[in-house]
């Protein structure tokens, strides 16, 4: 997927030198191998994604506020989660609370195709305005409650959720495809939060423990979870 070439007539040199200090600091100096999610990392501008009086803070790693009481994902954290998909390129990947729409962007530089769900009406519009102006066209966004899934274009080889749960919503492990990967934050808003990869087996499901996370909730009912077996961490 190559980014449109709007982008590339508007392009900060500050905020370029900036991108590639982050993937170096954030991502490779911390782990970050596949050269894919570098390659996308490197690709996408995350300042578009960003309300404009934080522009210049957009390289920094840490979480920032986006409105409506959600958050863009530091960028080392967005990596980890992709890389965790193991992509190769051919897949259907659903996302779960599209946000601003910066991972969005960054899975479709690797997958086929992102289906994307968001409950907020004003940050799905915002996300696909954003990646129409990059020329990204292998998404779709759906305004609706991400802890059901988009059940009309399952099963997805690989769900990316970018919102923690208690547990593991059923719903959406019942979308992922037998071999797939779902990568969630799992824990409370006001406790540990664990960032988990859940591979599916036939019926059955293996959860692995990444490491230790924050995110804002995924909104719901605590109904319809599942329980994981869960490895011990791999890092923090």
């Not at 578009?48 to 986006?66: G, K, S, T, W």
């Not at 998909?85 to 960054?106: F, H, K, N, P, W």
């Not at 990316?160 to 208690?166: N, Q």
């Amino acid at each position: 997927m190559i980014l449109g070439r709007f982008w590339m007539r508007g392009r900060d040199p500050d905020l370029t030198q900036a991108r590639e200090a982050m993937v170096a600091r954030d991502l490779k100096a911390r782990g970050i191998r596949d050269p894919r999610v570098i390659e996308a990392m490197r690709a996408v501008p995350r300042e578009m994604f960003v309300p404009p009086e934080l522009y210049r803070e957009a390289y920094a790693d840490r979480a920032l506020p986006i409105g409506h009481g959600q958050t863009i994902s530091q960028p080392y954290i967005v990596a980890l989660m992709i890389e965790a998909l193991a992509l190769r390129g051919g897949e259907t990947v659903l996302e779960v609370g599209v946000g601003s729409g910066y991972a969005t962007a960054v899975l479709s530089q690797i997958a086929n195709w992102v289906v994307g769900v968001e409950r907020v009406p004003e940050l799905a519009e915002g996300a696909r305005e954003r990646l129409r102006a990059l020329g990204i066209e292998n998404v779709t966004i759906h305004v609706g409650d991400g802890r059901y899934g988009w059940r009309d274009e399952a099963p997805y080889d690989e769900i990316l959720v970018s919102a923690a749960a208690p547990e593991v919503p059923a719903e959406l492990a019942e979308q992922l495809a037998d071999g797939g990967r779902l990568v969630i934050p799992v824990g409370e808003e006001t406790g540990t939060q664990v960032l988990t990869a859940v591979i599916r087996r036939g019926r059955e499901f293996e959860a692995q423990a990444l490491c230790s996370c924050k995110f804002v909730p995924l909104v719901g009912g605590d109904d319809g979870l599942i329980e994981g077996r869960t490895a011990a961490p791999d890092g923090t």
